[in-house]
């Protein structure tokens, strides 16, 4: 989209001065149709004008995600129908087929869709100064500590069952934006693995776990989400959580098998 903010329309009466060099001296002003960059509300107006758009042409607003915009959809003709409609309504370039989406690259090979962060990673590398580093087979040592372990730490089972919120509350997101997108039907529930039988307990009957009662009420929703048959918890063991190769340090074998199983392929980047 070109000069985005320059489509937004105002809603309030707003002037400015004659510009330098085009000043013909009469005293008159401009009044302004169009949100210019600078104005603290052409972000709204501009949100506002193409929302109205958007609903014009039977499309509906998504509740999930109302930020990000790639048209995609199962039927090219109605795909090339709005490309087209968007181009007579706003300045823009039509770049093709996606190539790069939120830092992602997109890649296309005989109906295959392929997805990478490698541009970023090596950005990643160049800001901390380590794009000229050797490569291991691990990105963390086996047997690295990140610190001593004092009074306030809490216990493996209520660190677990805080990590295990956190996850719920993104898959719960993640649910309502397949939903809202066809994907998956409102009913479906969401399969989280726990490799923490404690937590799975706790989670599922809080009532009998006495000792866990100082944790904030904020994560009671948990339990919520699992009666409700929102999320099913399902118990793994340790050396197949495909998690672990995120957050913690692995042995060579164990990493390269978890980053198969999540469906990374392995490629050397040579700087």
């Not at 949100?35 to 949100?47: A, T, V």
């Not at 300045?91 to 295959?112: M, P, W, Y």
């Not at 307990?201 to 994560?219: F, G, M, S």
Request: charged share 25%.
């Amino acid at each position: 989209m070109t000069t985005a903010l320059l489509n937004g329309i105002l809603e309030e009466d707003l002037y400015m001065k004659q510009l330098d060099g085009f000043d013909q001296e009469n005293g008159l002003v401009y009044k302004l149709y169009k949100s210019l960059y600078g104005l603290k509300q052409s972000s709204n107006c501009w949100n506002k004008h193409f929302n109205n758009f958007i609903c014009q042409q039977g499309l509906t607003k998504s509740k999930s995600d109302q930020y990000d915009v790639l048209v995609a959809g199962n039927s090219m003709k109605k795909v090339n129908n709005l490309r087209k409609l968007l181009s007579d309504e706003f300045k823009l370039t039509d770049q093709g087929d996606a190539r790069s989406f939120l830092g992602i690259k997109i890649e296309r090979h005989n109906n295959i869709l392929k997805m990478n962060q490698a541009k970023y990673l090596e950005n990643l590398l160049h800001n901390f100064g380590m794009n000229k580093c050797k490569p291991i087979l691990t990105p963390m040592e086996k047997k690295l500590k990140f610190g001593e372990k004092g009074s306030t730490t809490l216990s493996s089972t209520e660190a677990e069952y805080i990590a295990l919120a956190s996850a719920i509350q993104e898959r719960m997101w993640l649910k309502e934006l397949l939903v809202e997108m066809g994907i998956i039907k409102d009913k479906d529930y969401i399969l989280l693995h726990e490799d923490n039988q404690s937590c799975i307990k706790i989670a599922n009957e809080p009532k009998k776990h006495q000792r866990l009662k100082h944790l904030d009420t904020k994560y009671n929703f948990i339990h919520e989400a699992i009666s409700t048959n929102q999320i099913k918890l399902e118990y793994v063991q340790i050396d197949h959580q495909l998690a672990d190769i995120l957050t913690k340090p692995l042995p060579a074998i164990l990493f390269s098998k978890l980053r198969k199983a999540i469906g990374l392929v392995e490629q050397l980047i040579l700087f």
